[in-house]
């Protein structure tokens, strides 16, 4: 019933500062020429230092003989687990500043590796940061505590296998540290795929998306891991915490449901059973723009409402869609798409593109089965590319602050505008200068969507993560005010641990806490991510 | 954007030893026609006992002054609290065996009646068992503990009113009291649904459907009240929690997740947001019947994997059918629904009858828009009439126990006939007769189905609880086996304890007995239920 697979890693060339693949990153002519967009960008880009020129600080920690062929203090591994990706993570490399580097980085291949570096940070007092592929956003893989002897990164990279495959039921038993290409070339020879797609899906992995709750291309239905998974493996400090395989269960309260979205912070996520999908042989896809902002949110809103369920339905306002590409005259675009491994979509498709138009919408072209739709192909593009354009603009010292959220469609015109009134405030106060000022909704639901911002305002050279902070701050500040999620899937990290702390219940807070105390009683595990320990 | 709503309690008259209304008890002949069925019953039905006959243990539990109001002793009042619906409670109570009786019902009007009620039982040493309307099947609200002062059972159903509803994000505010017709009906003027219908719909709350994570009508997609809820209002006895209002949230482990389904052990629940629905105008049912049962597992394996998500998908085996009245020659039957409010669902409907005949299926009859489906029909009426009919072999001292599970479909052709083979046998050494074992599969997912199994069989009169429970722990025994959840969703309680502890997690029991002790340290809430209090 169920196959063996074999396979091997690929990782791929990873920038040590930045984002992905070092041959992607923009060269410094193309930099300048993308400065000279923002005014008030600076003139000349940061120039990438050299890794060996960047000091790192002295190792505390001297490995066990034990474990030493597990563990590296070399520089190009500590630099590069020093940081996740955001902004402030790529300004801070770029300024040469790896100060809170680990002490060791730890490159198990089995779990009893895994066991063994949590045994031994565990009596001695070493903090332990899981690390998948270091896409984080949020701070989720950067030590900030000061309670610790020391802190490895522990690095699952090395467990990357599709172990079993299920094909009657459509599941596989991945290991954590796979990478999303690698994962699917493993399924692809089954005929199956996870198809969970984040923006980072090339540089983050399986067990990097379940601590995290990440959010994949999927606009409705299963816009979350979460939704995927049927039974997960977890080494915590106090023992193996392993889950049925079971489509769904009703016996108590999820076990897995306290795991995801855990960031870390109650065992290290080594494998699971995820649900997967036959590869889709009918797409199509469309795009419509709207005159109005307000009328384009009435329509998504009844598309998210009327059960259609459309694979991808994002909506891009006027700056995003022009930004993309795909607008010039102040529009806003809806990019929708349908896909099914099993019959054609194209009927749905025109009952999805009848619903937008019946809301103030223009159709702007359909692609059919036989190809994707040229608005939505371009803006696809402009999608995978915009986090090497965000480390460029960052060369240029110019602020680049995304930020995921999502409320009620009763809040939702209210919100579109606080934030964008609220943040052009703080970007002027912070740096005299005008924001840009985007959102796209990413996922909808039927209650509500997922508004996505960017905003971009020159920073002042050497000033960029104060300025950066008081952003976030503000950002956080805003979507607490209006009842809006911290996030959507970003996570929270240690970025977003106001906004977090916030709008937690506190009786949940106290059962965490208790949780994590019993799971982790050496508080070893992701120090400072979504709860501290209670006060001494 | 938020209307107000007044809606006022219209409780139904309900039976204190059976199932629902006493108006629907089948009389003595007819028990006795049905007991005639079944080989090895009684001759006569057991009489039911006169309330005012039973004999109830003294009140241990005096209620304080400032209580008084909210507390009863009333001898109907502690008899109708006594047991859920589980076929033992049935037996007990027509045996007259009403001894774990609460000492004192509590009928809380607000929520600070209801923390009033908390905090003196939490001085006192008395338990608190949540009681909704008490349709459990799993002794989830009988105590059984013997380390408390008393117990009070905590009835909720003065708190049953739809207090806002928001028409843009189809979401309204309930409380948890409301039993499904009367929250039905409050929503019914302003054109929305919950469309939330498990088979104890007209004797259940909103609070013990979140409570045990219970199962409503549709097989796919929103299979759970899990899926409907918004956030949640718990008052625990360490503070109050509330979620935000929001349509997914990535931020940490869902705090809502650790309530649903923890069954009154960590706090009250008393409303929640729960999204809802615009009124289907469109349906469509057909029924399909097969030769063989593993072609029509495999068939609805098929319609499960398609994405076309039928509201309705049953797999009846040639017994269930037969019995349901819906087959007569050993065929097992499918039935399916779609339900839209937004679109005709015809060639949709075709699409899955289409898919089940390439499966071996043969078309029974369809029906359209203008009516349900003959067999279907036929089939709902059964399906309500079913726990009467319970009732009524109780009263015949034919045991009858259903359970329900899920499990990966690799594993559904197994788990199906090692069921039936060893409930066969252990009927046959308890009973000493031949038991009927029929299933169905209530709810279908991409990765398997969730099978409810029925087990009748002739019990010896006053030995009726004893043989249940030898059947009881072999169907947790051959579950626990084969790794298929001990409930997909009548909840753990008390009688799924055994099967429970085998299937969760050892780290997760940790995490939720520090949890439970964070928000409960004085441990009254339900006790006995998902977890026990650490080892003194």
């Known amino acids: 019933m169920v196959d063996r697979v074999q396979a091997a890693s690929a990782p791929a ?201 990440a959010g994949g291309h999927y606009a409705t239905l299963y816009t979350h891991v979460d939704d995927l998974v049927e039974s997960m493996r977890v080494l915590t400090p106090v023992g193996v915490n392993e889950s049925l395989r079971l489509p769904r269960s009703g016996a108590g309260p999820s076990p897995d449901r306290l795991f995801l979205g855990s960031e870390g912070t109650l065992g290290v996520i080594t494998e699971a059973w995820m649900r997967l999908q036959d590869r889709p042989c009918h797409k199509a896809s469309a795009t419509v723009s709207f005159d109005s902002f307000p009328a384009a949110i009435d329509a998504v809103r009844a598309i998210a409402q009327s059960g259609l369920h459309p694979a991808n339905c994002r909506l891009l306002d006027p700056g995003e869609a022009a930004l993309a590409g795909v607008a010039r005259g102040g529009e806003s675009v809806l990019v929708l798409g349908l896909e099914s491994a099993y019959a054609p979509v194209g009927d749905r498709l025109a009952e999805l593109v009848t619903l937008a138009c019946d809301h103030g919408g223009s159709p702007t072209r359909e692609g059919s089965d036989a190809g994707a739709d040229t608005a939505a192909g371009t803006w696809r593009s402009a999608f995978l590319r915009m986090p090497y354009l965000r480390d460029a603009l960052a060369r240029m010292s110019v602020i680049s602050e995304t930020f995921e959220t999502a409320c009620t469609w009763d809040r939702a015109g209210e919100l579109y505008e606080a934030v964008r009134g609220r943040l052009g405030e703080v970007a002027r106060r912070v740096a005299g200068a005008e924001a840009m000022i985007n959102c796209r909704f990413t996922h909808v639901y039927p209650d509500g969507p997922a508004p996505y911002f960017t905003v971009i305002v020159p920073g002042r050279r050497g000033h960029e993560v104060a300025m950066w902070d008081e952003i976030k701050q503000a950002s956080m500040d805003v979507l607490g005010d209006l009842g809006a999620t911290v996030t959507h899937h970003h996570a929270v990290g240690r970025d977003h641990r106001p906004g977090y702390d916030r709008q937690r219940p506190e009786p949940f807070a106290h059962a965490l806490r208790a949780a994590k105390q019993a799971l982790d009683p050496a508080g070893i595990l992701n120090p400072g991510v979504l709860i501290d320990p209670p006060a001494a």
Chains 1, 2 share one sequence.
């Open 13 to 213: 060339n990873r920038s040590w500062w930045g984002w992905g693949s070092t041959d992607k990153a923009l060269p410094d002519t193309e930099c300048a020429a993308l400065g000279a967009l923002v005014p008030g960008a600076a003139a000349e880009p940061l120039p990438v230092p050299e890794l060996r020129a960047v000091e790192l600080p002295k190792s505390r920690v001297a490995p066990p003989p034990a474990l030493a062929p597990l563990l590296s203090d070399a520089p190009a591994d500590r630099a590069g687990h020093t940081y996740g990706k955001a902004y402030r993570d790529i300004v801070r490399a770029l300024h040469g500043d790896l100060s809170p580097a680990p002490d060791q980085v730890a490159f198990p291949r089995t779990e009893q590796d895994i066991t063994d570096v949590l045994d031994w940070a565990a009596d001695a007092g070493v903090a332990v940061v899981p690390y998948g592929a270091g896409s984080s956003v949020v701070g989720g893989v950067e030590y900030r505590a000061d309670r610790h002897r020391g802190v490895v990164s522990l690095d699952l990279s090395g467990l990357d296998r599709v172990l079993e495959i299920d094909r009657v039921s459509r599941a596989a038993r991945i290991q954590a540290g796979a990478l999303g290409p690698h994962l699917e070339a493993q399924l692809r020879p089954h005929g199956l795929t996870l198809r969970h797609f984040p923006q980072s899906f090339e540089f983050s992995t399986l067990g990097g998306w379940l601590a995290t709750r």
